[in-house]
């Protein structure tokens, strides 16, 4: 299992990217795929994730009205598309894949929960 997080950057307030986490090595339907991100001094915080074939999600409060989590399985990523950006958004964001079934629970959602992580990518936010 192999996840590689890309489309990080630095954008201003108000702007938007489009992570991608390819995976490769294993089907999507497989594994539930989870991002997170990280700024300095802090935890790492969930953010939002998709089950497996079921295909269902989540998003964290603090950000559902802003960001938004796909899938495109000829691609075989994962994507977290966000928009109006904020420079509390900055952070680096991870992928990371766990079981199929993850991702209905509070606890399924923790990083813990997660087996293979991808390399972090960096979003900044510049006001």
């Known amino acids: 299992v192999q996840l590689q997080a890309s489309g990080g950057g630095l954008v201003q307030v108000g702007g938007s990217l489009r992570l991608s986490c390819e995976a490769s090595?294993?089907?999507?339907?497989?594994?539930?795929i989870g991002w997170f991100r990280q700024a300095p001094g802090k935890e790492r915080e969930a953010i939002s994730c998709?089950?497996?074939?079921?295909?269902?999600?989540y998003v964290a409060d603090s950000v559902k009205a802003r960001f938004t989590i796909s899938r495109d399985y000829a691609k075989s990523s994962v994507y977290l598309q966000m928009n109006n950006l904020q420079p509390e958004d900055t952070a680096v964001y991870y992928c990371?894949?766990?079981?199929?079934?993850?991702?209905?629970?509070?606890?399924?959602?923790?990083?813990?929960?997660?087996?293979?992580w991808g390399q972090g990518t960096q979003v900044t936010v510049s006001s």
């Open positions: 090595r294993f089907t999507l339907d497989y594994y539930a």
């Open positions: 990371a894949a766990a079981d199929s079934r993850h991702c209905l629970t509070s606890s399924q959602r923790m990083s813990v929960a997660y087996d293979y």
């Open positions: 998709i089950r497996g074939s079921e295909g269902s999600t």
